[in-house]
C-alpha cells in the first residue's frame, strides 16, 4: 500500500476518498459508473473509446487565459501589447488568491482524482505534474495525454507543477478581478500551478501545461515547439510539421510508413526531437477509416471521445457537428502501431514543415523555402483558425499566429525562431512550406495530395524535382510530384480566371506586410524575405 495523500498542504480538506493514480480499468469503472450525470457521465461507443460531452466549452478559451504578474514572470513573460496583442495577460497576485480559494473549496469535502504525469520525455527537462481533479474522466483524459510514470518512478513522486481543474466552480465576480467571463484558466509561476474555472475542454490541461514548457525549456537553450514529428522506420531520418490546430500535425504525421514520435508538442535539444506528451489528440469530425486507418484503429477501449454525437445504441456519427466541429479523441501514443519506442525521441530534424491552412486560396501546397524565408514565415505564422478549436470561431479565420502557436508562447516569438533556427542550422536541416487548407477549386486541398507532397518531401524526391518561381511571394514550387496532381502544384492553375489569384495574392500580400511591421527589431532586413507589392 502506498502512503496515504495529505491534500491539507493544497490546502484541500475534508476529502472524503483519493484516486491515486488509478489504472485504465478503475477509470473505465469510474467515468462509466452508474449515477453520474451531466458532464460527468461517460457513454461506452461500438468502438471501445468512452464519449463524454464538455458543456459550453468544446474549444480553448484563450480570452479566459491568464497569469499572474509578480517577481518571477514580470520581466520574462511575454506580455500582451498595444502594439502586438497576444493572449498572455496579467493577474494580480491578490485576484489568483481569490481564484485559488475558489477551486480549492471547491475540490474540498469530496472525492478526489489525483494523478502524477511528466511532461517531456527526457529525464533532465522533463516537469513532474499533478492534477487534481473531481472528474473521473479528466483523470482519463490527463492519464492518455501525459507520460505515465513507471511505478517506480511513482514511488518518490514531488511534483514540480500542480494543476487544479475546478470545471463546475464559476467566477461569478469576475470583473472585479478582472476576468473577461465567469471562466478562468490562470497561471501562477511562483507557485507553479494552473487553475481552470469552469471549462470542461480537455484540451485546456494539455496546452496549459505546454505553455509552460514553452517557458521552461527556451530558457535553457532547446527549442520549444508547437509541432509533431515522426521518423522512418530506423529512426534516424526526424521530421516535424508545425502547425497551428486543425491544419494536420496529428493527421500527417500518423503514417504507416513512419514512427511516430508525437503529435503536437516537442523539444529540440542537443540530443536531438523528442516528446513532451504520452498521447494523441486528434480531430475527429468527418473521421473516415479510409482516409486515416490508424486514427480510426486507435479508437478502441481507453480513448476518450470527446463531443461526438452518440446514439442510445453507441453507434457514433464522425459527420455530425452540431455540438461542434472540434469534435476529438485522446487515446495513449501506444495505440498507434508504429511508433519510436520506448522513449518518444529521435536524432535531430532534417525536414521542417511548416503547415498553413490557408482560406483565402493563395499559397503553394508545397513551397520550398530558403534560409531566410524559413525565419520569416516562421515569424508570420500566417494560417487560418479552423472551426471549433477556440471559443466563438465557427468558419476558418484567416490568422498571423507567431511559430504556428502564439497562443501558447509564452516567451516572445524572436525567441522561439532563434532557438529553431541555431538547431537548424546545426543539423542542416530545409524547410517547407505546405498549403492543407484551399486553392482557387474553392474547395480544401485533399489529404491524398498533402500525403504525397508529404511523401515528396520525407524521400528527397522534391529535391530532385523542376522548380518554378510563384510570382509576389517569390516561392520556389516543384512542378511535379510522384503521386500528386501536378495542376494544383501552381495555385494559379486552379483558378478559373488566374486574375483572381493575382488580385487575392495582392490582398495577402498587404496583409503579411502589414502584419510584420510589429517584428521592428527585424523589419529592415528580414521583411525582404516576404511577399513584395
Ligand atoms: N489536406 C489536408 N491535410 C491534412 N488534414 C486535412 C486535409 N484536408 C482535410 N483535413 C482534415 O483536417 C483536420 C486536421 O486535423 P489534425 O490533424 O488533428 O490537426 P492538428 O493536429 O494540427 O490540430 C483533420 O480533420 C483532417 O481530416
Ligand atoms: C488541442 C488543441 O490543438 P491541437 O489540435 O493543435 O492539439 C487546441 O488548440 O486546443
Ligand atoms: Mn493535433
Not at 480499468?25 to 453520474?36: K, S, V
Request: overall charge neutral.
Amino acid at each position: 500500500m502506498e502512503k496515504k495523500m495529505d491534500l491539507t498542504k493544497y490546502g484541500i480538506t475534508g476529502t472524503t476518498e483519493i484516486v491515486h493514480n488509478p489504472s485504465y480499468e478503475q477509470l473505465f469503472a469510474e467515468e462509466t459508473a452508474a449515477g453520474l450525470t451531466g458532464f460527468d457521465k461517460g457513454v461506452v461507443t461500438e468502438m471501445g473509446a468512452v464519449n463524454v460531452m464538455t458543456g459550453i466549452y468544446t474549444g480553448r478559451s484563450p480570452k479566459d487565459k491568464f497569469i499572474v504578474k509578480d517577481d518571477t514572470s514580470k520581466d520574462t513573460i511575454w506580455w500582451t501589447s498595444e502594439e502586438f496583442k497576444n493572449d498572455n495577460k496579467p493577474l494580480t497576485t491578490e485576484a489568483w488568491n481569490e481564484l485559488k480559494e475558489l477551486a480549492v473549496k471547491e475540490l474540498s469535502n469530496k472525492k478526489l482524482y489525483v494523478v502524477d504525469l511528466f511532461c517531456g520525455a527526457n529525464e533532465n527537462t522533463r516537469l513532474k505534474i499533478r492534477f487534481i481533479v473531481e472528474v473521473a474522466w479528466q483523470a482519463h483524459f490527463v492519464t492518455n495525454m501525459f507520460i505515465r510514470p513507471t511505478k517506480e518512478e511513482l514511488e518518490n513522486f514531488e511534483p514540480d507543477f500542480v494543476v487544479f481543474n475546478a470545471s463546475k466552480a464559476k467566477v461569478t465576480d469576475y470583473k472585479r478581478l478582472g476576468l473577461n467571463s465567469e471562466t478562468a484558466v490562470v497561471f501562477n509561476l511562483t507557485e507553479r500551478m494552473q487553475i481552470i474555472l469552469n471549462t470542461w475542454y480537455g484540451g485546456e490541461m494539455k496546452k496549459g501545461l505546454f505553455s509552460m514548457m514553452n517557458y521552461y525549456l527556451p530558457l535553457k537553450g532547446i527549442a520549444a515547439m508547437h509541432c509533431s514529428a515522426n521518423t522512418d522506420m530506423e529512426g534516424k531520418n526526424t521530421a516535424i510539421f508545425f502547425g497551428l490546430s486543425g491544419t494536420g500535425k496529428t493527421t500527417l504525421s500518423t503514417d504507416p510508413k513512419r514512427l511516430l514520435i508525437g503529435d503536437d508538442e516537442h523539444g529540440w535539444d542537443d540530443e536531438g526531437v523528442f516528446n513532451f506528451e504520452g498521447g494523441c489528440y486528434a480531430k475527429v469530425i468527418n473521421l473516415s477509416k479510409e482516409n486515416e486507418p490508424d486514427i480510426w484503429a486507435a479508437i478502441k477501449r481507453d480513448a476518450l471521445l470527446e463531443n461526438v454525437t452518440v446514439d442510445a445504441e453507441g453507434k457514433i456519427d464522425f459527420a455530425d457537428k452540431s455540438v461542434t466541429e472540434n469534435t476529438r479523441v485522446s487515446y495513449p501514443i501506444y495505440h498507434i502501431k508504429n511508433i519510436v519506442r520506448p522513449i518518444s525521441k529521435a536524432p535531430a530534424a532534417k525536414r521542417v514543415i511548416f503547415l498553413s491552412a490557408d482560406a483565402f486560396g493563395v499559397l503553394p501546397p508545397v513551397s520550398i523555402l530558403d534560409k531566410e524565408q524559413t525565419k520569416y514565415y516562421f515569424l508570420s505564422g500566417f494560417t487560418a483558425k479552423l472551426a471549433g478549436t477556440e471559443r466563438g470561431i465557427t468558419e476558418p479565420t484567416p490568422t498571423f499566429s507567431s511559430c504556428f502557436g502564439a497562443a501558447f508562447l509564452t516567451l516572445p516569438p524572436t525567441t522561439y525562431a532563434d532557438v529553431l533556427v541555431k538547431r537548424m542550422n546545426a543539423s542542416g536541416a530545409s524547410a517547407y512550406l505546405v498549403n492543407t487548407g484551399w486553392n482557387g477549386t474553392g474547395k480544401r486541398i485533399s489529404i491524398k495530395d498533402t500525403r504525397g507532397i508529404i511523401d515528396a518531401i520525407l524521400d528527397g524526391s522534391i529535391d530532385k524535382a523542376e522548380t518554378k518561381t510563384i510570382p509576389v511571394f517569390s516561392f520556389k514550387v516543384p512542378t511535379a510530384l510522384p503521386g500528386v496532381d501536378p495542376k494544383i502544384l501552381d495555385p494559379r492553375d486552379t483558378y478559373a480566371d488566374p486574375a483572381e489569384w493575382d488580385k487575392r495574392a495582392a490582398d495577402l500580400a498587404g496583409r503579411f506586410i502589414k502584419n510584420f511591421k510589429k517584428f521592428e527589431a527585424l523589419n529592415g532586413e528580414l521583411a525582404k524575405a516576404g511577399p513584395q507589392l
